[in-house]
Nanobody
Framework: QLQLVESWGGLVQPGGSLRLSCAAS????IGWFRQASGKEREGGSC????????VYADSVNGRFTISRDNAKNTVFLQMNSLKPEDTAVYFC???????????????????????WGQGTQVTVSS
């Protein structure tokens, strides 16, 4: 079974930056989603299995960047210009793309993603 291991989050000042990582045991499409207290999962960032395609939710577009390392076994989420509204538990998730979606990203967490990490808390506050 696919295993996902996230790095620790933490407390960040507004306007600051934080880098999260997700180590996957098997090459797959990877997404980061967040869930604030009492809210649904949203704010997705996705990188395709090949690494050639990235997709971002509007709420994080332009501030977050998702990438793979050279071995393509670890995915990073670079979070810049953080706001208090970014405070949430961040989850790494994965799915295996279909043959016709090898270089695409899916963005509906409950429907599209089959495997989930344990989640890590990110708090943006002064």
């Amino acid at each position: 079974q696919l295993q996902l291991v996230e790095s620790w989050g933490g407390l960040v000042q507004p306007g600051g930056s934080l880098r999260l990582s997700c180590a996957a045991s098997v090459l797959a499409s990877i997404g980061w989603f967040r869930q604030a207290s009492g809210k649904e999962r949203e704010g997705g960032s996705c990188i395709s299995r090949s690494g050639g395609v990235t997709v971002y939710a509007d709420s994080v577009n332009g501030r977050f960047t998702i990438s793979r390392d050279n071995a393509k076994n670890t995915v990073f989420l670079q979070m810049n210009s953080l706001k208090p509204e970014d405070t949430a538990v961040y989850f790494c998730a994965a799915y295996f793309p279909s043959p016709f979606r090898q270089d695409t990203c899916l963005m509906t967490p409950n429907r599209d993603y089959n495997y989930w990490g344990q989640g890590t808390q990110v708090t943006v506050s002064s």
